[in-house]
């Protein structure tokens, strides 16, 4: 099982950036227990700041032989459509996830133009929700 954990702008803030919101935990601590957790789980992590360097690591997915994307785009959630585009185009499921419950914050965070393409979503559940995403494509 091949799947490529990608994380979009201001995630690699993790630890320091709102932890009220977002918790404590680093983008490398949310690596390092998912490769504890899931030891047989072939895992690439990325994390980029630019909307146009997520969607080129999306667009490798075919050729990385990649299962599936545990995606969290970020503040690019709610604004783009060139990402849902891109979600859309290639062959592995996509799940959206989000530490924070979006949907319980301000209106403009309520609506995900990635949702509708991914085969779900996880929120407000913090990092576990990248674990479940991972159960997910195990159990698929
Ligand atoms: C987020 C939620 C987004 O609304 C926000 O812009 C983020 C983080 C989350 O993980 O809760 O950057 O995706």
Redesign the pocket.
Known sequence: MKLLVLN????NLLGT?EPD??GNETLDDVEAALRSSFPDVEFSFRQDNGEGALIDLLHTAHERGLDGVVF???????TSVALRDAVSAIDPPVVE??????HA?EAF?HKSYIAPVCAGQI??LGTT?YHLAVRYFLDA
Request: charged share 10%.
């Open positions: 979009g702008p201001n995630l950036r919101v977002y969290n785009p970020g503040g690019y959630t709610h996830v989000h530490l924070s419950n979006v914050r965070r929120a407000g929700g």
